[in-house]
């Protein structure tokens, strides 16, 4: 018998428009009342603030209280598993890179918080000696995208590069020849826990959706995730594109 096929086949979100680059639009979400996992809302347990107020709570004016939600899980979670295929994830984008991303979406009087916003679970993730395990895989479009021109590519690939070599991440990259997935369309994230299930956060054409008692779609992209992990290039060969890709970006 031949070995069953790894695909996503996804049910997309319902919950409304696509999401802002803040990825602050609503979404739809079902909590257990059985879970172990805090509540949404509720500081992580690896949170360096004062058990008082989340850290995202200075940013309120801006997020719309899914979003919140969501950082509580991202806050409280032991991993995050990435996927974005157009571009850089979330996760691994630059202060320039966002603000490029921003310029382009036209005159926003919160740009810079918003850039702030994005830029704070970085500094969370990545500053613990044991925090969060990370595990991106990034598309070759987003690799060779001209995001607010070659300057701010090279200080983008040149960051990514340093946080795989330095095995602050896990890094891949899905290569052009991997040809059509099912996740063209779509980002998402899994976030695990250590005593606790996956949950999902996807964005796509028809709005975002964070879930995690549906097990069955949380199982279709974990398979997904699995699969194009399979599809990329190793890591070897991933920080080989990226010089590849840097010596053309000193060259333009």
Known sequence: MPPRARHCHKDPPTAGPAPGLARHGRSSRRHSA???????????????????????????????????????????????????????????????????????????PNAQKNIDLRSAPQERIYRESDGTRVSVIVDEAALRRLIGGAAVMRNQLSFIKQMATSQRITLRALPFAAGAH??????????????????????????????????????????CFEDLTDKSLSEEATISLLDELLEQLRDS
């Open 182 to 223: 099912d996740s063209l369309d779509s980002s998402f994230l899994l976030l695990g826990f250590q005593d606790d299930e996956d949950v999902l956060y996807v964005a796509g054409p028809n709005g975002v959706l964070t879930n995690r008692d549906n097990r069955e779609m949380v199982a279709r992209y974990q398979e």
């Open 34 to 108: 059985h879970s172990s996992l805090p509540p949404l809302d509720a500081p992580s347990s690896r949170s360096t603030d004062t058990p008082t107020a989340s850290w995202w709570s200075a940013y309120s004016d801006i997020i719309a209280a899914p979003f919140a939600q969501y950082l509580g899980y991202e806050s409280a979670a032991d991993t995050i598993r990435a996927y974005h295929p157009s571009l850089i994830p979330g996760l691994l984008q630059t202060t320039d890179y966002i603000r490029a991303l921003y310029d382009a979406a036209g005159a926003n």
